[in-house]
């Protein structure tokens, strides 16, 4: 298992390829070339609800009593679902409180939903953690990133979170043949690294380009349309219980959209897709046709200059993709990928339930 930027006392001063450096184009001709629906999830998700839960329970056999009493959480608890991406106090046992092979099976957790590309977004945000322990001292810690098990491994209903500063993934397995990913929340501050010797790093930096040549893209009767502020919200409008602030979509429809514009939204959607499983991949597509693709709206709100705050959104009736940099000088990213229908299996585990009413 790699190490680089990982163990609870390496404050990532490494620099991890991240897609941020593929060239655009590139992206375009692999999304164009794969964003197809999928058949045949619930078996594929079959396969991964294995895999996760043996992994799960790899880990747990590593850890002591007193470990194993920080990560286990009762499924139903409250906590579950309380997700943030503050700095804040967390429940769970911290990477820093690891022993080394105990971080490696951590790791090994994380890569049965998340590919490399997606374990060095991981990297990437506690790389940047370093930076501000550099800039700010030491209340900045790379290792402060806390790990939950919900339930049992194996056992119906459960789940697990990783959560820290700029970082919330959460994943549910609320039934047979369902593996929820979302909420995914992954920050970047500071979203271009300007000096030292991670200098012109962009954790997030492939999604903004796209965006920008999305609506560089549009005719101005489009821009107009999918410009739907003049300012930035300074916050990604679905944060933790803020669900309901959305509203309906609002800006352009893909249905709208000439074939290279609709392309770039499909491959914007693509860069979270991209950290994900081969087989969770499949499933998550799915879900996005499922909801007819032409349907999504995609939003811009602020400025359209470089270097300005600016935010923008790909939303569909469930499936919602959000990105504000408007903190710190418009260098202060927060992102995420819910599905409003499904965010912690809350679809599946409600018909799990009124199948089993005495429980």
Do not use: C
Not at 96 to 117: C, H, I, K, S, W
Not at 153 to 181: K, Q, T
Not at 193 to 210: C, I, M, Y
């Amino acid at each position: 298992m790699p190490h680089d930027g990982w163990h609870p006392h390496d404050h990532g001063k490494g620099h991890p390829h991240h897609h941020a450096h593929e060239r655009p184009t590139r992206r375009l001709v692999l999304a164009a070339a794969t964003f197809l629906p999928f058949g045949g999830a619930s078996a594929q998700s079959a396969d991964a609800q294995q895999r996760i839960a043996d992994q799960a329970n790899r880990l747990l056999a590593l850890l002591d009593d007193r470990q194993r009493r920080q990560v286990l959480i009762a499924f139903d608890s409250a906590n579950r679902v309380d997700w943030h991406y503050i700095p804040r106090s967390r429940s769970g046992l911290s990477l820093g409180e690891m022993a080394p092979a105990q971080a490696d099976a951590a790791r090994a957790l994380f890569a049965t939903v998340l590919n490399e590309q997606g374990l060095k977004l991981l990297d990437g945000v506690r790389l940047l953690e370093g930076v501000l322990r550099e800039q700010q001292g030491s209340w900045r810690d790379p290792g402060r990133y806390y790990l939950s098990v919900f339930g049992m491994p194996g056992r119906f209903p459960w789940g697990w979170r990783f959560e820290g500063h700029h970082l919330s993934l959460n994943v549910a397995l609320p039934a047979a043949g369902h593996v929820a990913v979302t909420p995914f929340f992954v920050g970047a501050h500071p979203a271009t690294v300007r000096d030292g010797s991670n200098k012109g790093f962009r954790l997030l930096g492939s999604a903004e380009d796209l965006a920008r040549q999305i609506m560089t893209g549009l005719n101005d009767l489009q821009r107009r349309t999918a410009l739907i502020a003049n300012r930035s919200f300074g916050e990604i409008v679905a944060s933790p219980q803020r669900e309901q602030d959305l509203g309906q979509p609002r800006g352009l429809e893909l249905g709208a959209m000439d074939g290279a514009s609709r392309q770039r939204v499909e491959a914007l959607v693509e860069t979270f897709l991209a950290t994900l499983t081969p087989d969770l991949v499949a499933s998550q597509k799915q879900r996005v046709m499922q909801q007819g693709l032409d349907r999504f709206r995609f939003a811009w709100a602020g400025s359209l200059t470089p270097g300005e705050a600016y935010y923008f959104r790909v939303h569909g009736p469930a499936t919602l993709i959000e990105h504000d940099n408007t903190q710190n000088g418009a260098n202060h990213i927060h992102s995420v990928w819910r599905d409003l229908a499904s965010d912690f299996g809350h679809d599946a585990l409600a018909e799990h339930y009124r199948r089993q009413p005495h429980r």
